[in-house]
């Protein structure tokens, strides 16, 4: 489950470029401007995220250089530059402006990716989403040394260069290929593709709840490819419409729900040259996950994850690709659930297997904290390299030749993000990252430098280049974000104020709060308290505050709270899995603790304080209100789980078991039998083309809602995926309705927005 935007949104993006370049009409630098609609707090949104710093970064060269696209602040075209640290040096790479082969016709693509060489760019373009994450596009291949383009494949979901730069490796249909770039010839190496079987391509809920899109990867050596075969034959299907056109045509999605059958999925090995392929035997007799592959510094060698249905036994074996026979390696068994990614920190592996040497690394949390375990390819744990009541959130490089790894961790604080190097034995530790705040790494294959993005509460978004030598030592600012500067000098601003209590039951937590300007502590203000409080995930930061429909509230005169709740993630092992088979529970506990310890502020009305949020946010929301009724006086609930016996089968028995053994804990974390509970104003959004979170989970609560005899509004969004809005008009649209809510029910005196004014707006 994510907090994502629909891919429909990312026109808002677009628009919003353009929007930042248009002045505020009547602008005085001696008066700082409040925001004066929700269009405007969204491009305050844009302003305060701050675009400096280097986009779609690709470390080349063996990571001595970087690439990274920029847009010509005198042509306004887009360009693609490389920069050498070593002697501070940025240059135009690609010399001239793309165009379709063939035509004067601008090239527009989505990204791209180098090969292993740098001698190739492969750009996608033409892209059409399918699933949230995922999508049929065209690929076309840039010769550096040639300073040519040609399309190279059409209609594929995925394709790569292969690690020496001569073959393509791609999906399409179903099935995997490959093309020689020096010949061009075509190459299949699956034929077994149809209605139900897929190759190299993941199904909704592997792709959506293990977090990958390509399902294949090259062998190192560059001669075979290891691939997922998907069989859904089994999985019970969901259709959706978005109620378009006379006849609605209806979308259908193979979702197998909590207890239904799952996919079925093996990993196949691919020989490039001969076409053969082999497909490996877990030798497992239970129904598990294969969540993750890979190949090892033996070329011959592939390691594959395996997940019992519970997802609290993994094991990890090798793979012989060339007879098939395997070996287990090891395994790790959990009371809860054990993670192989995270989401929310962006981190798609726990395992590392550096090139050079024949250990590898697992990042655990068997001692009760997240940390960096060391292994042999014999399956031997040779030491545990980082221990402490903190957390390793993720590897960022592995020096293998100085026996370095470079990591990031909560040590200073669990807001806080900082990069850390130590040897493998875990002797000599040291910190990387002085200064305060929360710091996200984009360290070269090298580990010689490292682009730094951080920021704090109290210092916006900033981008920094370091060398690892010696202590660190900052090589240049990459984007300081002057244009946030200027935004600040003439725009009302209020940070996010960090502050902690303890529940009724002993509990610390942390919290932020964006206070409205000129706040005046002898006031009473109301709350709109803002949640996800999903397992894993992780809201307050010592970060700087960039939502600008939050600024635009307290502008309005509310505090924005938000929580970081049990269940959440960075605490500790006991923290996040106190929720296991038992979601909602402590969840709203903290969401109702941290209204009523609101409440006993002075500066707060504990008599109009509202909870808000998105996808589990939305369930969290819903679930607080019924199970704490008279705490929150508005709930707003957009794309929410109402009953999670109607969601997904990896992510919800990963948190509450199997239905069978737990029905208990399941009927406990339904909102649709609490619906008598209900107090104050409930507002329901949601989409006819979720198809993450399915609009049958509100449709089932007003139902249970109307049965009990109360009521709640809806607002509904046909073509709408998951997060509702679809374009940037329905986005303005719903942020206004939300304060329209709030407006009319907390703040006393409010005016309500005309949301059929006359406004002028952007087309989507």
């Known amino acids: 489950m994510s907090r994502a935007l629909p891919s429909a949104l990312r026109a808002v993006m677009a628009v919003l470029v353009v929007m930042m370049a248009t002045p505020v009409a009547g602008q005085q630098a001696a008066q700082r401007q409040r925001l004066g609609s929700i269009e405007e707090?969204?491009?305050?949104?844009?302003?305060?995220?701050?675009?400096?710093?280097?986009?779609?970064?690709?470390?080349?060269?063996?990571?001595?250089?970087f690439s990274f696209t920029t847009v010509n602040p005198t042509t306004r075209q887009p360009e693609i530059r490389r920069?050498?640290?070593?002697?501070?040096?940025?240059?135009?790479?690609?010399?001239?402006?793309?165009?379709?082969?063939?035509?004067?016709?601008?090239?527009?693509?989505?990204?791209?990716?180098?090969?292993?060489?740098?001698?190739?760019l492969l750009f996608q373009s033409n892209f059409r989403p399918i699933y949230r994450h995922s999508g049929?596009?065209?690929?076309?291949?840039?010769?550096?040394?040639?300073?040519?383009?040609?399309?190279?494949?059409?209609?594929?979901?995925?394709?790569?260069?292969?690690?020496?730069?001569?073959?393509?490796?791609?999906e399409r249909g179903g099935d995997l290929y490959v093309i020689e770039l020096a010949s061009g010839r075509e190459r299949r190496l699956t034929d077994s593709a149809n209605d139900t079987i897929f190759n190299g391509v993941f199904d909704w809920v592997y792709e959506e709840e293990f977090g990958?899109?390509?399902?294949?990867?090259?062998?190192?050596?560059?001669?075979?490819?290891?691939?997922?075969?998907?069989?859904?034959?089994?999985?019970?299907?969901?259709q959706l419409t978005d109620y378009g056109e006379q006849h609605p045509e209806w979308v259908h999605i193979a979702y197998p729900k909590v207890g239904d059958h799952n996919p079925v999925v093996r990993i196949g090995v691919a020989d490039v040259g001969t076409g053969q392929v082999r497909f490996l035997d877990t030798g497992l007799a239970e129904e598990h996950y294969i969540p993750r592959i890979y190949w090892t510094s033996d070329p011959n060698t592939l390691a594959v994850v395996t997940l019992n249905r519970l997802q609290n036994h993994l094991r990890l074996f090798f793979f012989d690709v060339r007879t098939g026979e395997r070996r287990q390696v090891m395994e790790e068994r959990s009371e809860a659930w054990i993670d192989v990614f995270d989401f929310f920190a962006g981190i798609d592996h726990f395992f590392y297997f550096p090139e050079g040497i024949r250990e590898f690394f697992w990042i655990s949390d068997r001692d009760g904290w997240q940390h960096?375990?060391?292994?042999?390819?014999?399956?031997?744990?040779?030491?545990?390299?980082?221990?402490?009541?903190?957390?390793?959130?993720?590897?960022?490089?592995?020096?293998?030749?100085?026996?370095?790894?470079?990591?990031?961790?909560?040590?200073?604080?669990?807001?806080?993000?900082?990069?850390?190097?130590?040897?493998?034995?875990?002797?000599?530790?040291?910190?990387l990252t002085q200064q305060a705040g929360t710091h996200s790494i984009d360290m070269s294959p090298s580990t010689d430098w490292y682009i730094d993005t951080w920021s704090s509460t109290t210092q916006h978004r900033t981008v920094e280049l370091w060398s690892t030598e010696g202590n660190g030592r900052r090589v240049a600012v990459l984007g300081a974000n002057n244009e946030i500067d200027r935004w600040l000098e003439t725009h009302e601003y209020s940070p996010l104020e960090l502050f902690s209590f303890t529940t009724s039951d002993g509990q610390r937590l942390d919290g932020g709060m964006i206070k409205p300007p000129g706040f005046d502590p002898g006031r009473r203000y109301p709350v709109v308290l803002t949640v996800y409080g999903g397992p894993g995930s992780q809201d307050v930061y010592n970060a700087f505050e960039s939502t600008g429909w939050h600024q635009y509230l307290a502008q309005q005169g509310y505090l924005v709270v938000s929580l970081n709740n049990r269940g959440n993630g960075n605490y500790g092992r006991d923290f996040m899995e106190i929720v296991y088979e038992d979601l909602g529970r402590w969840e709203s506990n903290d969401f109702a603790e941290a209204a009523r310890w609101l409440g006993r502020q002075t500066y707060v009305d504990a008599e109009r304080i509202a909870i808000h949020g998105t996808s589990y946010g939305g369930y969290a929301a819903i679930y607080t209100m019924l199970a704490h009724p008279g705490v929150f006086s508005v709930g707003i609930a957009n794309s929410p789980v109402t009953d999670w016996r109607l969601y997904d089968t990896i992510y919800t028995e990963r948190y509450m078991g199997l239905l069978g053994p737990n029905a208990e804990g399941y009927a406990r974390a339904s909102t649709l039998n609490k619906?008598?509970?209900?107090?104050?104003?409930?507002?329901?959004?949601?989409?006819?083309?979720?198809?993450?979170?399915?609009?049958?989970?509100?449709?089932?609560?007003?139902?249970?809602?109307?049965?009990?005899?109360?009521?709640?509004?809806?607002?509904?969004?046909?073509?709408?995926?998951h997060g509702a809005a679809y374009d940037f008009a329905s986005y303005v649209t719903m942020l206004?309705?939300?304060?329209?809510?709030?407006?009319?029910?907390?703040?006393?005196?409010?005016?309500?927005?005309?949301?059929?004014?006359?406004?002028?707006?952007?087309?989507?």
């Not at 707090?41 to 990571?63: K, T």
């Not at 065209?138 to 790569?160: H, K, N, P, W």
């Not at 030491?383 to 957390?391: L, P, Y």
């Not at 206004?736 to 406004?759: K, W």
């Open 736 to 764: 206004e309705v939300y304060t329209n809510t709030l407006c009319e029910n907390i703040l006393p005196g409010c005016q309500p927005l005309d949301l059929n004014a006359d406004q002028t707006r952007p087309a989507s």
């Open 212 to 238: 990958l899109v390509q399902a294949w990867a090259w062998s190192p050596d560059n001669r075979r490819i290891a691939f997922w075969q998907t069989e859904e034959g089994g999985v019970p299907f969901v």
């Open 372 to 431: 960096i375990y060391r292994y042999a390819y014999d399956g031997r744990l040779l030491n545990q390299v980082t221990s402490g009541d903190w957390v390793v959130t993720r590897v960022e490089g592995i020096d293998v030749d100085d026996r370095t790894i470079y990591y990031v961790s909560t040590e200073r604080s669990p807001l806080e993000r900082h990069l850390y190097s130590i040897r493998f034995d875990g002797s000599r530790k040291r910190r």
């Open 41 to 65: 707090a969204i491009r305050a949104g844009s302003a305060l995220s701050g675009r400096a710093g280097p986009r779609s970064v690709n470390w080349i060269d063996e990571g001595a250089r």
């Open 136 to 170: 049929i596009a065209d690929f076309y291949l840039y010769s550096l040394e040639g300073d040519t383009i040609r399309r190279a494949v059409t209609d594929a979901r995925t394709a790569e260069l292969s690690p020496n730069g001569s073959l393509i490796g791609y």
């Open 675 to 721: 619906v008598d509970r209900l107090e104050g104003h409930l507002l329901l959004i949601h989409s006819a083309m979720d198809e993450n979170v399915h609009p049958q989970n509100t449709m089932q609560l007003l139902t249970a809602l109307t049965s009990a005899g109360k009521d709640a509004e809806l607002r509904f969004y046909p073509p709408g995926a």
């Open 83 to 120: 920069y050498d640290p070593a002697r501070q040096r940025d240059e135009l790479l690609v010399d001239r402006p793309l165009t379709l082969p063939g035509t004067d016709e601008p090239f527009r693509y989505d990204e791209f990716t180098f090969g292993a060489d740098s001698r190739f």
